[in-house]
């Protein structure tokens, strides 16, 4: 019987048409790319999430220690920042950025004054670095209103940190800031002395 070269040519035709072998590798080739892009979209915000979790708490111990303390100089606040390294293991410290400031409330003006305030920088070997503050002496900052009490004393901490994805596929590749910041109240004196006297004996609270 004779086929004409139309009528092979439909048979083939039906024939692709009929052959599933591969569906299978199509449906892989279109899949996997969404996959892979979910899969670490996911880790990369699990990872910022715990890094944003870590800095709100190296900004709750930073003011937590130092508010424990009658005094401090810089080496107790280059300890302190020691601590904060061990919390944001195993994520580099060389990124942390954070500072302690006390402030008082002044009873006559009611404005928020700094007294002294001290920045803390961590190497990428470790090394603690205690330097001048973008806060100066004298300086009016912000303080919540119920937080304000005339002539009480308030430890401020702040941190940031700029977290970078490994491969930044959902995330920006420049990086995500974070950050966070924490008030407390001296603990042990009405204020905390910086920088502990070399005689030992605490002075009066200043009022800036």
Known sequence: ????????????????????????AVEF?????????????????ASAVAVNRKVTIVARTLS???SQSPSVQDADLASFAQTAKA????????????????IYIDP??????????????????????????????????FVPPDLKIDGTYL???EVSYNY????GYVMAKTGVPLSDFTYTRPRQTACVIYPTPSSGALPNCPQL
């Open 64 to 66: 937590d220690l130092t």
């Open 1 to 24: 019987m004779m086929v004409s070269p139309m009528h092979k040519i439909a048979l083939r035709a039906r024939a692709l048409l009929d052959d599933c072998r591969g569906i299978v």
């Open 155 to 157: 430890i401020f901490s």
């Open 164 to 167: 970078k994805p490994v491969i």
């Open 87 to 102: 919390i944001l293991t195993p994520y580099d410290p060389s990124i942390l950025k954070s500072s302690v400031t006390e």
């Open 108 to 141: 006559t003006t009611h404005v928020a004054r700094v007294q002294w305030s001290r920045a803390l920088t961590i190497d990428r070997l470790g090394n603690v670095t205690v330097g001048v503050s973008s806060h100066t002496a004298s300086q009016i900052v």
């Open 29 to 45: 080739a279109v899949i996997v790319p969404v996959m892979l892009v979910m899969y670490f979209g996911m880790e990369e915000f």
